[in-house]
């Protein structure tokens, strides 16, 4: 990390200092203590400490507000890059920097049985803190981790570790599989860096968002470096048809999860890709509904949530969880056909489950980057075709029409969109509102 080594040894040594540093300001098992780090040396001495001692972590940016995250979390202390009131700061590499003068007093209980306390993407729905388990969290490191090849491996991480699928599926793995880890430090957002990163130390896996894995794709060294990898998951949105076609070439698996599930619910074998495939169930019994909705049950269902002013709201371990995606089932693999909450209703008061014919879109032509139904600033719908203006020409009007059905009779606009005017989200998701504003504004002003 930042060009520094940082041994086993040296990691254990800061972890016992901040456990010193924790049991001497009366830190208990089930008190919640906010860490807000970046990815760091740091970070890893503190989550070791904070694990060992039964704290509920609560990962958070560390250019989140502190003093609020505290109070929504009820939280005792945090450690934070600042100093504040109830904070610790961290040395970069040998424990505590400084320590608080008090901790904060709670009005909550302790949660000794949540051992993280970490937040949903928010790409779907209004972000929320979700309760994770020890078992929660073991049950999908002993699910997958067999699977992962990381031996003796080279991990390039560009992930979050404040998020499930960083922390869970990249982090924690590689330490308990005693891997070297190769940070980062710009999390994949520049591809020309992270490759010569990857070639200068001979990196073997790589987990990564599909956008991630986009951009490596369209540099000059990205796709050997790519191929030369002996492992890693893709995850975090579905893979369109070209992507796809590239990942074929590769050892990467495609994985699939929730924060709910802590996160791991599918994984794919290595190289094995197509449009949208998610992978085969994993840990966990996936069944799917009649309406196409994926549901869960298993060790890694989440025990609850934590709403600010409330608490922890528990559920039941052995729920079923609805997870809110349409998917199909091919043998004993898993595709993505889209969100089941992205539905609209036209004035004859047909409801347009939107996610799902987008889904149909996409399988239908594998050539797709990406499909998005919405309403005109009219009655009717409109279909916006991601297509790379490169590549092939795409599907026809007509062809769409022949998916759509009798849906079809309301469509009145089919527009194509290239890559570079898609609008995504930092998982690579189609922004659907700021998509539906841009291309409602287009057709108004024409």
Known sequence: MDGVVTPAGSLWTGARRWTESFRGASLRKGDRLVVALPPSTAFVQVLVAALWEGLTIALASPDENIEQLCSALDARAAVAPSSGASRWTADPYAG???TPDALRPTKTSPTPDVRILVRTS?????????ALSDRNVLSVLASHLPHLTLRRARVLSVLPWTHAFGLVLDLLPALLAGAEMIRDPDGGRDPASLT??????SATHLSAVPLTIQRLLETERGPALLRRLHGGIVGGAPVAGPLADRLAETRLRAGYGQTEAAPGITLGPPGQ??????????GCEATVADDGELLFEGPNACIGTWRRHEGLNRQDPTRTVPTGDLVRRDGDGLFFEGRKDTAFKLSNGRLVRAGAWEGRLKSQFPSLHDALLFTPAGDGISVALCIDPCGAKGPSERAIREVLGSLAERLVDCV???PENWVQRAKGTVDRAEMTRRLRASEAAD
């Open 273 to 282: 890709w197509a449009a949208h495939y998610l992978g085969r169930p994993l």
């Open 122 to 130: 928010g790409t779907t729905q209004m972000a929320r803190w979700i």
């Open 416 to 418: 194509r969109v290239a």
């Open 196 to 201: 010569a990163l990857g070639e200068a130390w």
């Open 96 to 98: 505590p920097a400084s």
